[in-house]
């Protein structure tokens, strides 16, 4: 049996006190495992946004526990969690050609030029956006920012997007 790709227990997060907060998610347990695409819908408010923050450690747990690839990473910071997220608001930076963007977290991890160019290529043409690579944030469009935006999330090598 595979290990899970990300494992949820029991995980609550509340805004404010305990006893008197708003209880965004409850009790929330589930598993994925690798390869595996899930979504995660309901209404306004129920908690959607919240779990993915937790999952990636821009919110703190409340309760419970989250695992990464068989790794507890609850208490870890962002950073050491592996986790690639592709934000509502696109999150690109604006100085920065759609290349650079999707190439940043790879220059950062020191890979050689060629690789990163190579992955660059191959996600750009999976998300069909190889015309506007030297192209700047303000001068594409929100879809094709949003494609952009998920080609820098796709492009790193982690253990859960």
Do not use: W
Not at 69 to 84: E, F, Q
């Amino acid at each position: 049996m595979s290990q899970s790709a990300l494992t949820i227990s029991g995980v609550d997060k509340f805004y404010g006190p305990i006893d008197r907060g708003v209880h965004a998610v409850q009790n929330l347990t589930m598993e994925i495992d690798k390869g595996e695409i899930v979504a995660l819908l309901g209404s306004s408010g129920c908690g959607k946004t919240s779990t993915l923050r937790m999952i990636a450690g821009f919110e703190e747990v409340s309760r419970g526990s989250i695992s990464v690839a068989g790794r507890k990473v609850h208490t870890l910071p962002p950073v050491k969690r592996n986790v690639a997220m592709a934000f509502e608001g696109y999150s690109l930076y604006p100085p920065l050609t759609v290349r650079e963007n999707m190439a940043f977290a790879l220059k950062a991890a020191r890979l050689p030029k060629s690789q990163v160019d190579e992955k660059v290529a191959s996600i750009a043409k999976l998300l069909e956006i190889e015309d506007i690579l030297e192209r700047y944030p303000s001068s594409i469009s929100g879809g094709q920012q949003q494609r952009a935006s998920l080609g820098r999330a796709l492009i790193r090598e982690a253990d859960l997007h």
